[in-house]
């Protein structure tokens, strides 16, 4: 995996169903995963992914409101939130556009998951080589840093770990 990827260096494409625009920001070369930045700027239908599973987080703006299969949640800044790709997702920004960092999974990557932390002045924070970061508030505000690798000095990042099986 290894590098970092600047989010404003990568073009922004429409969602499949048109509702959003996501920045895909890493890629398995098998496809197995993806990691990608979305803005939502307007209440709409998700892009449904079968057979995967997806995990996302607010990673800029107010709350996102969701309906999955009928069932509400009202997703945080900084709280990751799971669901099936399989589901009936509607969005909705009650409260004004938000960003999100995307990862979706087929089943061979066991239980993704992405950990927010905050990093002091000397801090330093190893990536594996199955995790990223993606740099929330700090130096580097808008890149993934992909392991393994390094995430030094103060900052908020959301690490995303890809467990294989």
């Keep these: 995996m290894s590098g970092v990827v ?8 429409p969602w499949a169903n048109g509702g959003g625009t996501t920045r895909e920001l890493a ?11 979305a803005d939502i700027d307007a209440d709409g239908p998700f892009s449904t992914f ?3 599973h997806r995990l996302l987080t607010v990673v800029d703006g107010p709350v996102l409101g969701l309906e999955v299969d009928g069932e509400t949640q009202v997703v945080e800044p900084h709280r990751p939130f799971a669901f099936s790709g399989d589901a009936t997702v509607e969005a909705s920004v ?11 999974v087929d089943p061979a990557v066991v239980s993704p998951f992405v950990t927010v932390l905050e990093l002091g002045r000397s801090s330093a ?12 508030k700090g130096d580097g505000v808008g890149s993934l ?10 900052c908020t990042v959301a690490v995303v770990t890809l467990e294989h099986v």
């Design 50 to 52: 079968a057979g995967r």
């Design 6 to 13: 600047r989010s404003d260096e990568v073009t922004p494409q």
């Design 27 to 37: 890629r398995a070369d098998d496809g197995a995963w993806r990691i990608s930045l």
């Design 145 to 154: 840093v992909l392991g393994p690798g390094e995430v030094a000095g103060r």
């Design 125 to 136: 924070l190893p990536l594996a080589d199955d995790q990223a970061a993606f740099v929330v």
């Design 94 to 104: 009650p409260e004004g556009a938000v960003r999100v960092l995307n990862v979706i």
